[in-house]
């Protein structure tokens, strides 16, 4: 499907996208798509990057600073298909001048909708329900089986109040009758957050120590490296859950895997982890543990949003005009 080469500037686009994404990147820019959806790699990045005069990655693609040294060197954007970028070492791309965007607002109810999934199930235990039901285990109804955690009425603390955690907060709040607790060391205005009847807090402490379930939505960065920690998971109320949607490397994995098995936690929600695609082994074995493959993004509408997002950033940058989304 690749378009024929022209003076069209050339874009590698590292993963699969969908049809109607491949279809209208390939009618402005000269596209090489990646048919075999196989990741590149570290050598096939710099090869890329010596290539093309854009790259389109994903958070599959690891662009470190070794990568992004290839020479000769002939991008001048990396467009990332995604709202997170901590895969590309964003101060190497500017010391090279190569210019990162990336693709907010088209994913946050996706991903709102996902954390409140993840909190739904780890809460009333629905993944463990269906296993033992697929499992030729239930019995039959009876008052005493598989009982959960009710959400209304409960804490809910948000760990950073960014676009996907105030979709949570109104889904939570106004869906689901909970309060809502926020900490972000950039708070959104405080009329914003009272239509979503969230309250700041002065310190991530402060969430951890009342909510009943802590949702993650802060970057991640070198700062935010497991900010969720031993000692932070231990100031979480003894009974409550962890929600994790943003960044696996937000969350030390071993301590949170001590922290369940001590009972000090009574469950996890998990999106995302901190060495993708593998899992923490102990967790696959904890019932009360619900894991799901990074589908934050994972609907037709956002995924394909994303890459028209995408898109928009290279026509822009191609026509010399500011980047809609420019992170660097
Ligand atoms: C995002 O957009 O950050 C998703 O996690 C996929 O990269």
Known sequence: MSAPAGSRPRVVVTRKLPAEVERALCAEFDVRLNESDTPLGADGLAQALREADALLPTVTDRLTAAVLAA???????LANYGVGFNHIDTAAAGARGIAVSNTPDVLTDATADLAVTLLLMVTRRTGEGERELRAGGWT???????VGTAITGKTLGLVGM??????????????????????????PKPEDAAALGAEGRSSLEAVL???????????????????????????????????????????????????????????AGLDVFEREPEVTPALLQMENVVLLPHL???????????????????????????LRDRVV
């Open 296 to 322: 934050g993004s994972a609907t037709r509408e956002a995924r394909i949003g994303m890459g028209m997002r995408a898109l928009e950033n290279l026509r822009l940058f191609f026509a010399g005009s500011p």
């Open 162 to 187: 960014g676009r996907i955690a105030r979709g949570v907060a109104r889904r939570a709040h106004h869906g689901f009758g909970m309060k809502v607790i926020y900490h972000d060391p950039f708070p």
């Open 71 to 77: 020479e000769p060197l002939r991008t001048k954007l």
């Open 209 to 267: 120590e009342e909510a009943d379930v802590v949702s993650l939505h802060c970057p991640a960065t070198p700062e935010t490296r497991h900010l969720m920690n031993a000692g932070r998971l231990a100031l979480m109320k003894r009974g409550a859950y962890l929600v994790n949607t943003a960044r696996g490397d937000v969350v030390d994995e071993a301590a949170l895997v001590e922290a369940l098995r001590s009972g000090h936690l009574a469950g």
């Open 140 to 146: 039959g109804w009876r008052p005493t089986h598989m």
